[in-house]
Nanobody
């Protein structure tokens, strides 16, 4: 059974940084694309970033480009989200996802997701 366990969330001031981690288990980590989504109360979950199985290809939502970096360590079965220059509008529960293919759907990063983590809360104060 696949498990995705996020960690690293917390409270940070605007302009600060956090690094989220997601430890995966249950199937061959290096075979699948990984990603991050986020959700605030009353809103739908929003795609943030995704990374191919090898780490060679990445994709970001426009609002985080230049501030967030997704990476992975296939030896450690872990995907990371480095978040710099955080803004109050980044406040959300952040979810790790595992796609069912090496990169996820070519149509949209919202498709082709096999598993979700339970989330970790990031709060950015102004």
């Amino acid at each position: 059974q696949v498990q995705l366990i996020e960690s690293g969330g917390g409270l940070v001031q605007a302009g600060g940084s956090l690094r989220l981690s997601c430890a995966a288990s249950g199937r061959t980590f290096s075979s699948y694309g990984m990603g991050w989504f986020r959700q605030t109360p009353g809103k739908e979950r929003e795609f943030v970033a995704r990374i191919s199985r090898s780490g060679s290809s990445t994709m970001y939502v426009e609002s985080v480009k230049g501030r967030f970096t997704i990476s992975r360590d296939n030896a450690e079965n872990t995907v990371y989200l480095q978040m710099n220059n955080l803004k109050p509008e980044d406040t959300a529960v952040y979810y790790c996802v595992q796609y069912g293919s090496p990169y996820g759907s070519s149509r949209s990063p919202n498709y082709g997701i096999d598993y979700w983590g339970k989330g970790t809360l990031v709060t950015v104060s102004s």
